[in-house]
């Protein structure tokens, strides 16, 4: 792996000489010129680098050297080390007995800045391997890659911590993934897709839908105050293994896909409120929803100032309570009933018995989830 190269090079160059006045070379482990103040020698062969690598030690450069060799002048050159092995060499450009003080601690500093960006590099690789391995657990079918398990237990994760899986919908994914990382904990596992973030939540024991619930309540007052955004969250519920990890994922996805169609002045969809219009979804998608009546469409058909959908839809949400669905209407009890009457001619369902309102029910669900 090339640990050294032009981006970290001349980035060392750029800090240095804001320290120092004198200019600064860096060369790679051949010795050419990869960083520098001066950017014509970028490329060029530096003959005091080779020297140091094949000797393994510092090498100045007087006066009378700068004449003997090729493309040289005055200066300081050391080794820049990696795990105990030369990877590059620090030159800086200056009478040797100038600049001497001060070599060493341009060559640490420039061994610290490779160090650091080395480990940037590897926790940026360890976040790229989760997010892989997250890829792999919510689209689960039952066969693992062989490197699955080698990589979880190497990145410290620990499969058979419950958790369940919560999908942000978002416009702005940086902003979102600001406000969210600051707030997972240790266990959770995150993935970036591109409209959405999809969290694996760990859960504490014997808690799961009212605490997932209050974690997305949380993060969406939160996201909307600082961000100004208006996410979308799906919730899905605690399920065991790594299967039941890719279920609870599914009815995050399908609970916030059924929500934002049935509900989309909510934001918050968990799973628990939307069994029925998951399941339909899902039913839908397999090609399982093809007997339904579309009573729902026929009644729409013919009703053009929308009043019959509406009532019949408020009728649904409370629950077939006409006195309520009478006030949430802002009608008389009486303008409801004739609105069902007037349903059930069109339809042949009469709302106000249990199992022609399921009709209705699942046909107005199949409608508005096509």
């Known amino acids: 792996m090339e640990f050294l190269n032009k981006q970290l090079a001349q980035e060392i160059v750029d800090r240095t000489m804001r320290?120092?006045?004198?200019?600064?070379?860096?060369?790679?482990?051949?010795?050419?010129?990869?960083?520098?103040?001066?950017?014509?020698?970028?490329?060029?062969?530096?003959?005091?680098?080779k020297i140091v690598i094949s000797q393994g030690t510092g090498f100045e450069i007087t006066e009378e050297k700068a004449e003997q060799?090729?493309?040289?002048?005055?200066?300081?050159?050391?080794?820049?080390?990696?795990?105990?092995k030369i990877v590059g060499v620090i030159g800086i450009t200056g009478p040797p007995e100038e600049i001497r003080s001060f070599g060493e601690l341009v060559r640490m500093a420039a061994e610290l800045s490779l160090r650091q960006a080395v480990l940037m590099n590897e926790i940026q690789w360890d976040e790229r391997l989760k997010e892989e391995l997250v890829s792999q657990i919510i689209h689960f079918e039952g066969k693992l890659d062989p490197l699955f398990l080698e990589r979880s237990a190497r990145?410290?994760?620990?499969?058979?911590?419950?958790?369940?899986?919560?999908v942000l919908l978002t416009s702005d994914r940086k902003k979102t993934y600001s406000y969210i990382k600051g707030r997972l904990e240790k266990e959770d596992l995150l993935l970036m897709q591109q409209?959405?973030?999809i969290i694996l939540k760990s859960l504490p024991p014997y808690k799961s839908g009212q605490y997932l619930l209050k974690i997305a309540e949380g993060w969406h007052t939160g996201i909307s105050r600082t961000t100004g955004l208006q996410?979308?969250?799906?919730?899905?519920?605690?399920?065991?293994?790594?299967?039941?990890?890719a279920k609870s994922y599914q009815q995050a996805d399908h609970s916030l896909a059924?929500?934002?169609?049935?509900?989309s002045k909510e934001s918050i969809y968990p799973f628990e409120h939307y069994y029925l219009p998951v399941f339909?979804?899902?039913?839908?998608?397999?090609?399982?929803?093809?007997?339904?009546h579309p009573l729902f469409q026929e009644l729409k058909k013919k009703d053009s100032k929308g009043e019959l959908a509406e009532s019949l839809r408020i009728l649904i949400e409370t629950n077939g309570d006409m006195n309520t669905a009478a006030q949430k209407l802002y009608i008389h009890r009486n303008t409801l009933r004739y609105r069902l009457d007037k349903i059930t001619e069109i339809t042949g369902k009469d709302p106000r018995k249990t199992t022609d309102l399921l009709h209705l029910y699942l046909s107005y669900l199949t409608s508005e989830l096509q």
């Open 19 to 49: 320290i120092i006045d004198r200019n600064i070379n860096v060369m790679d482990h051949r010795g050419v010129i990869i960083g520098s103040g001066d950017q014509a020698r970028i490329d060029d062969i530096h003959e005091g680098a």
């Open 69 to 84: 060799l090729h493309g040289v002048k005055t200066g300081i050159n050391l080794p820049i080390f990696f795990d105990e």
């Open 155 to 166: 990145l410290g994760i620990d499969l058979d911590l419950p958790r369940a899986a919560i």
């Open 195 to 197: 409209d959405r973030i």
């Open 231 to 245: 996410v979308k969250i799906g919730i899905g519920q605690y399920q065991s293994g790594l299967a039941g990890l």
């Open 258 to 263: 059924a929500g934002r169609k049935l509900a």
């Open 280 to 292: 339909l979804l899902t039913a839908s998608k397999a090609g399982l929803t093809e007997g339904i």
